[in-house]
C-alpha cells in the first residue's frame, strides 16, 4: 500500500501533508469534498456513491489515493488498470471506468487509466494536485505499467470552436497560444497529449471532446508504443 509525507507552503507556512491509499473510513469526507467541487447545479448523483468508492477499494486499492493536510482530506485521486492500444484508442470515459465504478480493472493492464482527480476547492494552489498525479507515476514504476494514460477535458475549447478543430485547439494550448485550464495543468504535470477523442464524455464546455494525455515510464523497456 501506498504512503509518504512532505510539506506544503501556505502563506510560507509548512503544513504536513500525507498522501495514502483511501479506504472505507474516508469515504464520507471523499463525498464531502466532491460536494464543495461540484455544487449545484451540478448533479448530486454524479458525485461519488458509496458503491462506487467501495468498488474502487475492492477492485484496486492500490490504485485509490487521497491527500490529507494536518489530518484533514481535501483530495483524492482514482485509477484502474487498462490493456491500452493506441490503434483502438476511440473510448468513452463511461465505458473505460465502468460509470466509475471501475468493475473493467484488469490487473494484468499495461496502463494505469485515471479516473478522477478531485482537490477542495479551499485547498487549491499548494500544488495537491501535483502532488497527487505524482503519487500516480509512483505507481506506474512500481506496477511496471507503460503509461499512465487520461482523457483531459478541454473546457475553455467552445470559445475556440469556430476557428480552431480540436486538434488545432490542443496545439495552440501546447504552443501557449490559449490557456485551458485542465490541459495547461496536465501538462505542468509532465503529461503529453496524444490524441483527440470525439464523445469522450457529456461537457458542452469541452463539446464532448476530450484529449487522451500520457505519462510515459521512463523505465519501461523498446516496445511501449502499445
Known amino acids: 500500500m501506498y504512503r509518504k509525507q512532505f510539506y506544503v507552503f501556505r502563506d510560507n507556512k509548512p503544513i504536513l501533508t500525507t498522501i495514502r ?42 490504485g485509490t489515493l487521497c491527500i490529507e493536510l494536518d489530518g484533514k482530506l481535501v483530495g483524492s485521486m482514482t485509477s484502474l488498470l487498462v490493456d491500452f492500444d493506441y490503434n483502438n484508442a476511440e473510448h468513452t470515459w463511461t465505458d473505460m471506468t ?44 512500481e506496477k511496471k505499467c507503460v503509461r499512465l494514460l487520461g482523457g483531459s477535458r478541454m473546457p475553455n475549447y467552445h470559445r475556440h470552436s469556430n476557428e480552431l478543430n480540436p486538434e488545432e485547439y490542443v496545439k495552440a494550448v501546447v504552443r501557449g497560444d490559449v490557456y485551458d485550464k485542465v490541459i495547461s495543468f496536465l501538462l505542468r504535470c509532465g503529461r503529453m497529449p496524444k490524441k483527440v477523442i470525439p464523445n469522450y464524455l457529456e461537457d458542452e464546455e469541452s463539446l464532448n471532446y476530450g484529449v487522451l494525455m500520457e505519462w510515459r515510464n521512463p523505465f519501461f523497456p523498446d516496445g511501449g508504443n502499445l
Open 21 to 62: 491509499n483511501y479506504t472505507p473510513a474516508d469515504f464520507p469526507a471523499l463525498i464531502r469534498i466532491q460536494q464543495e467541487c461540484f455544487p449545484p447545479p451540478f448533479p448530486s448523483e454524479l458525485w461519488w456513491s458509496e458503491d462506487q468508492l467501495q468498488s474502487h477499494v475492492k477492485h484496486f486499492p492500490e
Open 98 to 141: 465502468d460509470n466509475g465504478y471501475i468493475r473493467t480493472h484488469n490487473p494484468k493492464g499495461n496502463t494505469l487509466y485515471i479516473v478522477d482527480l478531485c482537490v477542495s476547492p479551499t485547498y487549491r494552489g499548494l500544488g495537491l494536485g501535483k502532488w497527487l498525479m505524482l503519487s500516480m507515476y509512483d505507481i506506474v514504476i
